[in-house]
């Protein structure tokens, strides 16, 4: 059966990505969340319907998602690759497989710098900036924060 923390994670997460309708069963209950539309509740037993509205993304600075600990004196003109949810970094596809990126590395828009998974869901987060990887502020297997800063890159 699903928490409903479970449940509006999930919303939350959906409602930060371009995905329209997720759905999700586990141990004979099932979840759908889609956005727009109607929500329908049923019997437990029955499929639940859990409906977000549409509303334009809004970003905003997070002050309070911010680490504690901060990397020394960073410079102003870096690009920040922040986590986008709440979940655990990873920086490689497997555990006996290369990083996707260290200091040093050259990124893209399109290239995969590390994996969160949320909900046990495997995210692909992107670069979605070109330049150079300064520094790797995040380490493998570490519990990540929504808007934490995960890299610095020097963009192009």
């Known amino acids: 059966m699903f928490k409903i923390s479970e449940i509006k994670e999930l919303i939350e997460l959906l409602d930060r990505t371009s995905v329209q309708e997720l759905e999700l069963e586990e141990e004979g209950a099932r979840v759908v969340i889609r956005k727009g539309g109607r929500v329908d509740a049923s019997a437990l037993q029955a499929p639940v319907w859990v ?3 549409q509303t334009p993304a809004v970003s905003a600075p997070n002050a309070a998602a911010e680490p504690a600990v ?3 004196a960073p410079d102003a003109s870096l690009h920040k690759i922040v986590s986008p949810m709440v979940g655990t ?3 490689s596809p497997s555990p006996d497989a290369d990083a996707y990126v260290s200091a040093g590395s050259r990124v893209n828009e399109k290239s995969v710098v590390c994996i969160i998974e949320a909900m046990k869901l495997m995210n692909e987060l992107l670069a979605e900036v070109k ?14 924060e929504y808007g934490q800063p995960l890299f610095l890159v020097r963009a192009e």
């Open 89 to 91: 970094f990873y920086a």
């Open 131 to 144: 330049g150079e990887i300064v520094e790797v502020l995040a380490e493998n297997g570490q519990l990540v």
């Open 51 to 53: 409906q977000q509205p």
């Open 70 to 72: 901060q990397p020394s």
